[in-house]
């Protein structure tokens, strides 16, 4: 899967990761979009947190349930 990782403010680089593995009560979502927050934004926030993939609360199809989840 392709991921936008941050390693500084000006250095933002679209890489590919493995698919994560699911666990027993977790949902795998493709993602279709994906927010950023507004400290997101802010070189003197995000930085210190680098290297890091960029975005939280995505939206998307759930593509593959763990076997303990029985409704979402």
């Not at 795998?28 to 890091?52: H, N, Q, R």
């Amino acid at each position: 899967m392709k991921v936008a990782r941050l390693y500084s403010f000006h250095d933002i680089r679209i890489e590919d990761m493995p698919v994560p593995r699911i666990g027993p009560r977790d949902a795998l979502l493709k993602t279709k979009a994906c927010g950023i927050c507004s400290g997101d934004v802010m070189p003197w926030y995000i930085e210190k947190k680098a290297p890091l993939v960029l975005g939280h609360e995505p939206a998307g199809e759930i593509v593959e349930v763990g076997n303990e989840v029985t409704s979402f």
